[in-house]
């Protein structure tokens, strides 16, 4: 028997031929190019350098990144609300505790009238767009006007407090205020051009003049607090756009009388027509010398010496005593 029979691959030839290496076939003309793989970390890699085993993470493309970094487009209130209405530049949103703050902030600065006149607000108030939009509409629209029937312009808008998180009426615990949301301002009065102060509380001012003001707001806010509501608001009026269920308003503000006159304590000033102090003494004393004295008025007391004896009242007699019975026993 030849050597190389005794050698032979005793296997079947199917089974030998699974031992030869798949070539594979060639790719067609009209395939689209294959991606390469990456290539593998190497066993000595992945032992000595594990920053080198991990794949390395991919770049955002350039679309991507644009979109992340640029902010959200305007709302339509920041939109309308450009420097020919007023100066409220945007803020970044504020997001505190319990829900406070809000997006689409401004600080308002200053109120841009029809004839590009500005009306401060001071300080600048902290509001959301919307509700610093109906600030601005109120005080072009109502506030100018009102100013011009008094023959003066609208200088400044006294802002008490605006963006603020806290309670209602600062009370702990309580439901979040408007002020907390951004959405509610404090008014405490308005200055005129002509240097006059008006407090929209003070009884002093005209009766008039209030209950304007007054028809003014409620038609615009949904909520308007002043004298009359509580005891929280007497000094000063609270605005704010809440939005309740029907479209419900609030607007409590009782405009109260003016106070009575009451009479200076001082005495009034001596009219310039009136003679000096002086001719007025000398005149009085020159009187009252050229004049004889006059008597005293009612009944003429006798003098001692005219008293008749008889006509004087003897003294009263002692009042009577009882004489007590003494009982004398033998």
Not at 109 to 128: G, M, N, Q, T, W
Not at 207 to 213: D, T, W
Not at 242 to 249: F, I, M, N, P, V
């Amino acid at each position: 028997m030849p050597w190389d029979a005794l050698f032979q691959d005793s296997r079947s030839p199917r089974r030998a031929a699974k031992r030869v290496a798949a070539v594979p076939r060639p790719r067609p003309a009209g395939a689209p190019a294959a991606a390469a793989e990456p290539a593998k970390p190497t066993e000595a890699a992945s032992h000595s350098d594990p920053v080198a085993a991990t794949p390395p993470i991919p770049e955002p493309r350039p679309a991507e990144a644009a979109a992340k970094s640029e902010p959200p487009p305007p709302s339509a209130c920041r939109l309308a609300l450009t420097d020919a209405v007023a100066i409220a530049p945007s803020i970044a949103d504020i997001k505190g505790d319990g829900g406070c703050g809000g997006d689409d902030l401004v600080r308002l600065e200053a109120i841009v009238l029809a004839d590009h006149s500005r009306v401060a607000v001071k300080p600048a108030a902290i509001l959301r767009c919307t509700m610093a939009s109906a600030l601005a509409d109120w005080v072009r629209s109502d506030l100018a006007p009102l100013a011009a029937s008094l023959d003066t312009t609208l200088s400044n808008l006294d802002n008490f407090d605006s963006y603020e998180c806290r309670g209602r009426n600062r009370v702990k615990g309580a439901k979040l205020s408007e002020h907390g949301r951004a959405n509610a301002i404090d008014v405490r009065g308005l200055k005129l051009g002509n240097g006059q102060t008006i407090s929209l509380t003070d009884r002093g001012v005209s009766r008039e003049l209030r209950e304007s003001v007054l028809q003014s707001v409620c038609a615009r806010f949904t909520t308007v607090l002043g004298p009359g509501s509580d005891w929280y608001h007497e000094d000063h009026i609270h605005l704010d756009l809440a939005l309740r269920r029907g479209d419900y308003r609030i607007c409590q503000w009782h405009v109260w009388d003016p106070l009575p006159q009451v009479a200076p304590l001082l005495p009034a000033d001596r009219p310039e027509q009136a003679p000096p102090r002086e001719k007025v003494a000398v005149r009085e004393a020159t009187k009252e010398a050229a004049e004889p004295a006059a008597k005293p008025a009612g009944p003429q007391q006798a003098e001692p010496d005219d008293i008749d004896p008889a006509d004087m009242e003897r003294p009263a007699d002692p009042p009577a005593t009882k004489k007590r019975r003494i009982n004398r026993r033998f």
